[in-house]
Structure formats: structure tokens, C-alpha cells
């Protein structure tokens, strides 16, 4: 069996779990992220030395662990945005500036939001999707034609 279809089954149950419970699976996802996934720690530690040089090694390697946890959380808000209701952030989460994006729109005038790719992405869509409605999103398609799929399929919701 591939790891795709059991990684979307997972996916799928974390976002079922109570956000009490579901947090600390991703904290913990993230830490064991960090022990098995060397090749990206590697990547994560040299960006962190040069962007962070005067930091201590120590220190280097505290950012490095909560970049890794905070991608484990990033797992679990993606789970939510894909699979819970889409106003399950509305309680939790607070949008301003929307009028500026309202005004612009009832002019008729298009609106270009530009993102950083943060692991919360998707968990700003139902929030986007509140504000303005319906909206586009770019990307470069996944290279697992079966994740891209989940994926396309998760993003498409909003």
C-alpha cells in the first residue's frame, strides 16, 4: 500500500479529532519530523545559520526544532482546512481590512492577494473565502499525482 492514501486517511482523522488533542499529534509530528527527516533538518539548519549568523549554535538549533514542530502544527490546520466545515475557523481566527478588498471589488476593479507560502496557507482560504467569496489560488502542482489530487481537491472547497 502506498503512503499517499494512508497519509490522506490520516489526514482525514486528525481533522475529526478535537483541536485539544489534534495540536499536540502535530507538535509531536513535528519532533519526530526533526529526527527522521535529515535531509530537510540539513536545508532548515543552514538557512537558519545564515539568516540568524549572530545566534549561537544552541540557539540555531532551538529555531531549527520549533521550525519543525511549527510544520507538524502546519499539518493538522491543513487537515482542518481540507476536511472540517468551512466556517470552522470563523470563532477562532479575525480577518480586518476586509473592506478595503470590498471596496475595491464593488468598483470593479480585481484584487491580487499575494501569500507567503506559510504551512498555514490553507488554513487562511476559509478565512479568504468568509471575506470575498469565492477565489483562485496559483501553485505548482505536487509531484504525487494522488496528493495533487487531495490537494486540488482540498484547495478547490473555496
Do not use: K
Not at 9 to 37: E, M, Q
Amino acid at each position: 500500500m502506498s503512503f499517499v492514501p494512508v497519509g490522506l486517511l490520516f489526514l482525514r482523522v486528525l481533522a475529526a479529532l478535537p483541536t485539544t488533542v489534534s495540536l499536540p499529534i502535530g507538535r509531536l509530528i513535528g519532533r519526530v519530523l526533526y529526527r527522521v527527516a535529515r535531509s530537510r533538518r540539513l536545508v532548515c539548519e543552514r538557512n537558519i545559520s545564515v539568516c540568524f549568523p549572530t545566534l549561537s549554535r544552541e540557539a540555531q538549533n532551538e529555531r531549527v526544532r520549533a521550525c519543525f514542530i511549527e510544520s507538524g502544527i502546519g499539518l493538522v490546520e491543513t487537515a482542518w482546512a481540507w476536511h472540517r466545515p468551512m466556517n470552522f475557523v470563523d470563532t477562532r481566527m479575525q480577518v480586518s481590512g476586509v473592506e478595503h478588498i470590498q471596496d475595491a471589488l464593488s468598483e470593479g476593479r480585481g484584487v491580487l492577494l499575494l501569500c507567503p507560502h506559510y504551512s498555514m496557507l490553507d488554513l487562511v482560504a476559509p478565512l479568504v473565502h468568509q471575506a470575498i467569496g469565492r477565489f483562485t489560488i496559483t501553485y505548482r502542482p505536487n509531484d504525487n499525482a494522488r496528493f495533487n489530487e487531495a490537494v486540488v481537491a482540498g484547495r478547490s472547497r473555496y
